[in-house]
């Protein structure tokens, strides 16, 4: 099967079968989505989930935040992963928002990756989901997933991003990257993949290596 031939049925089955698919942080507006996605890193979107409702809670708005000591904002998320950093990037990146951009979070990507705590794989989170930005993401389960099934052999999370843009329309890359994240989350896990439940596994490049080395 040639890489076209794969992306055109996986792409398809996805649209047919998973056509709305959502990320499955919490939030109510773009401040609320930078700061679950800086807290997602390296941490489960259900840990996230537990801490936002009482930082937005005490920190309704970005200029809210960017008035908030480093040391509070440390004791409402220190249960996710990296408190220490994640709270100086919270504070930091709130700040430069208000004086920078006026209060907005901004729309495009090299702006968005001149905040403290926001890469590429952030800003590219944001981007897609607030302003609807033809990008796709990729985190550690996009990574994982794109190398199993064959969309991608990568080296790194932007050459994957490069392959996944390449073959993927414009107007599907927003909700592609929700698909290969929850595929990734809840089907092809780092460990005990569920090879035998998976509905690809019949376009899957590693599934398909494996069964001919048996």
Not at 39 to 59: E, H, I
Not at 70 to 99: F, Q, T
Request: proline letters at 6%.
């Amino acid at each position: 099967m040639t890489r076209p031939e794969r992306y055109k049925a996986i792409v398809g089955w996805f649209s047919a079968n998973m056509p709305v698919a959502q990320s499955e942080l919490d939030f109510a507006s773009p401040y609320q989505l930078i700061c679950a996605v800086v807290l997602s890193a390296q941490c489960t979107d259900k840990r996230v989930n537990m801490v936002t409702p009482s930082l937005f809670g005490r920190y309704p708005t970005i200029q809210a935040l960017a008035g908030a000591s480093r040391d509070d904002v440390y004791g409402i998320i220190k249960s996710v992963s990296y408190p220490n950093s994640k709270s100086a990037h919270l504070v930091e990146m709130a700040r430069r928002i208000v004086e920078v951009y006026g209060g907005e979070v901004p729309s495009e990507l090299d702006e968005l990756m001149t905040l403290p705590g926001v890469g590429r794989k952030t800003a590219n989170v944001v981007a897609s989901i607030v302003y609807d930005k033809p990008v796709i993401a990729v985190d550690t389960h996009v990574f994982r997933v794109s190398h199993r099934l064959g969309l991608s052999d990568g080296k790194t999370p932007e050459a994957v991003e490069r392959d996944l843009e390449k073959h993927i329309k414009p107007e599907l890359r927003p909700v592609a990257h929700h698909w290969l994240i929850l595929h990734g989350r809840y089907t092809c896990t780092a460990r005990n993949p569920r090879c035998g439940e998976c509905a690809l596994s019949q376009w899957c490049r590693d599934y398909s290596t494996r069964r001919t080395e048996l």
